[in-house]
């Protein structure tokens, strides 16, 4: 079973702060996306990364995929309130039966205040 | 439909009833899965189908819980002698292909259990 450790599991800051969040694992994924959920919705993709070393950037939120493929972080720049909600990393399994399964982490809730 | 449908949005049901959730999912995408999402917090994996692949059932979490997906389109989730901890968002999506495609959410069904 692939495990994916997302951290923090909670964040409150204020606006204009930096923040990270860190998605570890000790399984190789394939792929490795981000989703940011809002309360009532489903989450959305924001991005996905695929080669190991990849960083990709989206206004102020840059996304990297370690070397091994094994973790992924998201960095936040001068957060604002509309960045509230809750992220989620999602690795692709790489290979085995349930290739190209999505296993979600535990997924961090960030409030971002005026 | 333009996205992925889920039916009802809302049920509330009496401890020890059976329910049905029901996912539509994009047409033409062949893998589909279902969470479980308690409030606040991640998902939590239940089943995972692909193609005519035998389904990943690894996440359900007791016998009273099943799937079905016909002809490879909609998906039927069955919860039997309902408890109250089965309450909770239940999420389904959809995607084109196991690798790293991305994952569309419907907006999913909150069970009440009472």
């Known amino acids: 079973t692939q495990l994916l450790e997302q951290s923090p599991q909670f964040l409150s800051i204020q606006e204009g702060e930096n923040l990270t969040v860190y998605c570890n694992s000790s399984?190789?994924?394939?792929?490795l996306q981000w989703y940011r959920q809002e309360p009532g919705e489903g989450p959305v993709l924001l991005v996905t990364v695929v080669t190991g070393g990849e960083v990709k950037k989206l206004k102020r939120l840059t996304f990297q995929f370690g070397d091994a493929r094994k973790d992924s972080s998201l960095h936040i720049t001068a957060a604002q309130p509309g960045d509230t909600g809750l992220y989620l990393c999602?690795?692709?399994?790489?290979?085995?039966?349930?290739?190209?399964?999505?296993?979600f982490g535990q997924g961090t809730i960030l409030t971002v205040h005026p | 439909g333009a996205g992925v449908s889920q039916s009802p949005s809302n049920k509330v049901t009496e401890k020890g009833k059976d329910v049905e959730l029901r996912c539509d999912p994009i047409?033409?995408?062949?893998?589909l899965y279902w969470y479980r999402q308690s409030l606040g917090q991640g998902l939590e994996f239940l089943i995972y189908f692909q193609g005519n692949s035998a389904p990943d059932k690894s996440g359900l979490p007791s016998d009273r819980f099943s799937a079905e997906r016909t002809g490879g389109s909609v998906s039927t989730l069955t919860i039997q002698r309902t408890q109250q901890e089965d309450s909770a968002v239940y999420l389904c999506?959809?995607?084109?292909?196991?690798?790293?495609?991305?994952?569309?959410f419907g907006q999913g069904t909150r069970l009440t259990v009472v």
């Open positions: 999602a690795g692709a399994a790489a290979g085995g039966t349930s290739y190209g399964k999505l296993t």
């Open positions: 999506a959809s995607s084109l292909a196991g690798w790293g495609a991305e994952a569309f």
């Open positions: 399984s190789v994924f394939s792929s």
């Open positions: 047409s033409g995408h062949t893998a």
